[in-house]
C-alpha cells in the first residue's frame, strides 16, 4: 500500500510539474505570435535572405509562418524550464552532491543548444543558401521562393546543429553514471571523427570549404566533450577517496 501511494504520489508531482511546462509553453507562444513580425523582420534583414523575395502559394503560408516563428521562440524559451522540472523531478532520488552537480546542466544543455542554433544560422545557413544560388544560376533557373519551404528548409538545418552542440553534456551526463570514459572515448576516436566528417558533410553544402567549416566545429566539441568526461571522471575519484 505505501508503495502504491508513494507511486501515485510521483505520479501527481509529474502532472503537476508538466502542467508548469505546458502553461509556460502557451505564455511563450503568445509572446512569440505577438513578436512575430519582429521575428521575420530580423530574419530578412539577415544576409541568407535579404535579397531573397518571399512569396506564398497558399492563402495559409502566411498564418503558418507567423506560427511556426511563434513556436521556435516557445520551444527555445520553455527548454530551459522543462530542464529544471526533469532535474527537479529525479532530484530526491539523487544525493546532495549528485543534485548540485547536474543542476548546472540545465543551463549549460540551454547554452550550448543557443550556440548550436547560432553557428548554423549564421555560418552553415547562409553558405548553403549561397551554394544553391549559385548551383541555380549556373542551370540558368529562375530562382522562386516560397516563404513555406524557406522556412521548412532553414529549420531542418539549424535544429540538427542545434542538438549536436549537445555532446559535450550527453558525455558528461554519461560520464557521470559511469558508462563512459576518456579512455574509451579516445579508442574510438577515429571512429568518431569519421561519422562526424559523415554528418557536417550531410548537414552542409557538397564543396570541401562548407564541409571543413561545419566538421571542424563538430570534431572540436567531441575533443571538448573527452576534456570534459575526464573531468568529471577525476571529481568522482576525488569524491571517492575523500
Not at 44 to 56: D, E, F, L, T, Y
Not at 72 to 101: D, M, Q
Not at 118 to 134: A, E
Amino acid at each position: 500500500m505505501q508503495e502504491q501511494n508513494e507511486f501515485v504520489g510521483h505520479l501527481a508531482e509529474l502532472r503537476k510539474r508538466l502542467v508548469y511546462v505546458i502553461v509556460w509553453f502557451f505564455i511563450t507562444l503568445c509572446a512569440g505570435l505577438y513578436l512575430s513580425p519582429n521575428i521575420l523582420t530580423f530574419i530578412k534583414s539577415q544576409p541568407a535572405a535579404v535579397n531573397i523575395v518571399w512569396n506564398v502559394f497558399s492563402l495559409t503560408d502566411g498564418m503558418f509562418i507567423y506560427m511556426k516563428c511563434a513556436f521556435v521562440f516557445s520551444i527555445l524559451f520553455t527548454l530551459p524550464l522543462a530542464l529544471y522540472h526533469i532535474w527537479a523531478f529525479v532530484k530526491p532520488g539523487l544525493t546532495e552532491r549528485e543534485a548540485k552537480g547536474t543542476l548546472t546542466y540545465v543551463p549549460l544543455s540551454f547554452l550550448l543548444f543557443v550556440m548550436g542554433l547560432s553557428f548554423s544560422y549564421f555560418v552553415v545557413f547562409p553558405m548553403m543558401i549561397s551554394f544553391m544560388g549559385k548551383l541555380n544560376q549556373s542551370i540558368g533557373a529562375v530562382e522562386t521562393y516560397g516563404i513555406d519551404r524557406y522556412f521548412s528548409f532553414m529549420f531542418n538545418v539549424i535544429f540538427p546543429m542545434g542538438i549536436a552542440f549537445e555532446m559535450p553534456v550527453v558525455i558528461l551526463f554519461l560520464t557521470k553514471l559511469g558508462l563512459l570514459t576518456p579512455q574509451r572515448l579516445r579508442q574510438v576516436r577515429k571512429y568518431a571523427y569519421l561519422v562526424l566528417v559523415i554528418v557536417g558533410s550531410c548537414i552542409s553544402p557538397p564543396d570541401f570549404v562548407s564541409h571543413i567549416a561545419v566538421t571542424i566545429p563538430l570534431i572540436l566539441l567531441f575533443e571538448l566533450s573527452i576534456v570534459v568526461s575526464g573531468w568529471q571522471l577525476r571529481k568522482r575519484e576525488n569524491a571517492m577517496n575523500s
